[in-house]
Nanobody, 122 residues
Framework: QVQLVESGGGLVQPGGSLKLSCAAS????????MGWYRQNPGKQRDMVAI???????NYSDSVKGRFTISGDNAKKTVYLQMNSLKPEDTAVYFC????????????????WGQGTRVTVSS
């Protein structure tokens, strides 16, 4: 069993900052990629940022220059520092990870957290 637990969401004013954290636990041999997606009601879940096992990152155009993703392999944790927040950043943010559960696993399995709500409003 693998669990991803997010924290750090909340209410913030436009222009403010928040830092999200996501910790993976359970049967984990190695983690390939970790990232963040976000979703609003009735909308699709969109990629926000991903950090790969080699340290490279990808961002959606809408958050480039404002958000920074980072990972701590030892802690099996990924962070999302969100600065200069805008009302359109309001969403439920989901952590995701591609995890090899055992050394014998032939592929990575995708896991999702429960989500943490971010509201940007004055």
């Amino acid at each position: 069993q693998v669990q991803l637990v997010e924290s750090g969401g909340g209410l913030v004013q436009p222009g403010g900052s928040l830092k999200l954290s996501c910790a993976a636990s359970g049967t984990i041999f190695s983690i390939s990629d970790m990232g963040w997606y976000r979703q609003n009601p009735g909308k699709q879940r969109d990629m926000v940022a991903i950090v790969h096992s080699d340290g490279t990152t990808n961002y959606s155009d809408s958050v480039k220059g404002r958000f920074t993703i980072s990972g701590d392999n030892a802690k099996k944790t990924v962070y999302l520092q969100m600065n200069s927040l805008k009302p359109e950043d309001t969403a439920v943010y989901f952590c995701t990870a591609a995890i090899y559960p055992t050394i014998a696993a032939l592929r990575a399995y995708i896991y999702w957290g429960q989500g943490t709500r971010v509201t940007v409003s004055s």
